[in-house]
């Protein structure tokens, strides 16, 4: 692999010897790439809906048509039998996120898990009943978190502690955090964040923050709906409580498919743990018997709730099997390749428009640049569409792009970099 330099001349010029050095580029033609027939079209919107693997149309043909040919029985007689569908998805899953199979399980959507999850990670009482989230959580998040405190009878307006960047920042250092936690950490009952932040692109450090949060004596999850399929992690080594993630995104499994749940080891066989139960954490092999004396299933499969649905699911299947073939390890290694190449391309432009929020560090950053324009001038984003290049526009003022190692390769960066050197050109 080829050493990107920040800000160096050499990583302008080397876009095709990095293209060809990239045992991955390949995947990309196993995707379908948007308005392919109607010119040249760059993506960069993997870290909000990845793209669609060609093969998972050839995924949701075959339930269909064990749907047609079988009926209710293709729960048995199904290719892939759909009474236990989800158990397909657990292993690949759990290798994306570095957990055991026995804390993962795919289930409902993002939000809905992080309700579950807290159902039975915030156990507040009055002297520990704060949730510490961070400066700029997805709104999602926030109003789930604020609805949790209420819901408890507490107000999020003295229960709630907002990680704020650092002065004059956008991010949050470690130090900061600290901080908060020897101001705060007794009466902190759950840590919540984002493992890369939507807008910024910051990543967190999981593992340290665990430690952390544990050592307060404060529970710790993670929303990973920006880190699954992008960052390499580590759960079951880096120890989180909970983490719950979509698959919508960088897993490209489809619009608002299903979310991804892990629940730490240590607290797969504790069945006292409170939660929401359905039929579906029941135990398997008797569930059909349809006892109303609840034996529940140990591990992340024991906060199921419905019987899986097998369409979105044969999605994801299609998908994960992409990432088995990749593997994670390469993915992020050409993910930090590409953003890194980006980054040294907008330093190289060195422009006063804009400005690049997230960290360099590769510890810091996932597949997402985020880059803050002055006066958040959103025609640069306009132009940038005009000129075929999809990437995405947060309010107030920042243009995310994603390159995403899957599907964009050194070419793709250094046509957005083109593109963009000449749009800011009319802001001189
Ligand atoms: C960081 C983050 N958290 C939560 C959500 C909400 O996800 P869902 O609508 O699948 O519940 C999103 C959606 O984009 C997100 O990006």
Request: hydrophobic content about 40%; aromatic content about 12%.
């Amino acid at each position: 692999m080829l050493n990107i330099i920040y800000g160096s001349m050499e990583a302008i010029k080397d876009f095709r010897l990095l293209d060809k050095a990239d045992e991955l580029l390949e995947f990309k033609n196993e995707f379908n790439i948007p308005y392919h027939d109607k010119g040249n079209f760059t993506y960069f919107c993997g870290n909000s809906l990845g793209l669609q693997p060609k093969s998972s149309v050839s995924y949701v043909q075959r339930e269909m048509e064990d749907w047609a040919k079988y009926g209710v029985e293709a729960h048995l007689k199904a290719h892939n039998p759909w009474v236990n569908y989800h158990e397909f998805l657990t292993e690949k899953m759990a290798e994306v996120v570095g957990a055991k199979p026995i804390e993962t399980v795919v289930m409902n959507t993002l939000s809905v898990n992080l309700h579950l999850m807290m159902v039975s990670f915030y156990r507040p009482t009055r002297q520990r009943r704060k949730i510490l989230i961070e400066y700029s959580a997805f709104p999602s998040d926030r109003y789930a978190v604020e609805s949790q405190i209420k819901f408890h009878g507490f107000d999020p307006s003295d229960s709630l502690i907002i990680l704020n960047p650092d002065t004059g920042l956008d991010t949050v250092g470690f130090s900061t955090i600290e901080e908060v936690f020897q101001k705060h950490g007794e009466e902190i009952a759950l840590v919540l964040i984002g493992s890369v932040n939507y807008y910024t692109g910051q990543a967190y450090p999981i593992h340290k923050l665990t430690k952390l949060a544990h050592h307060y004596g404060c529970k710790i999850g993670f929303d990973l709906a920006h880190g699954a399929g992008n960052l390499l992690l580590n759960l079951h080594d880096d120890g989180p409580d909970f983490a719950v993630w979509c698959s919508y995104k960088y897993l490209n499994s489809g619009p608002g498919s299903l979310s991804g749940c892990f629940i730490h080891e240590r607290h797969c066989y504790n069945f006292e743990i409170p939660r929401f139960i359905g039929w579906w954490a029941h135990d398997k092999i008797n569930r059909f018997k349809m006892s109303s004396d609840l034996k529940l299933m140990p591990g992340a499969e024991g906060w199921q709730l419905s019987n899986p649905p097998i369409l979105p699911m044969a999605c994801m299947l299609a998908s994960l099997e992409l990432f088995h073939k990749a593997g994670m390890k390469k993915l992020r290694a050409k993910s930090l390749q590409l953003s890194g190449y980006l980054i040294s391309l907008l330093i190289q432009l060195n422009h006063p428009k804009i400005n690049i929020l997230t960290p360099f560090s590769d510890e810091e950053r996932g597949a997402q640049v985020s880059i803050q324009i002055r006066d958040a001038d959103k025609s640069i984003y306009e132009k940038l569409s005009t000129h075929q290049i999809i990437s995405d526009w947060r309010e107030p003022d920042v243009i995310r792009v994603a390159p995403v190692p899957l599907y964009n390769s050194f070419q793709d960066v250094f046509h957005f970099y083109t593109i963009l050197k000449e749009i800011l050109k009319d802001y001189e």
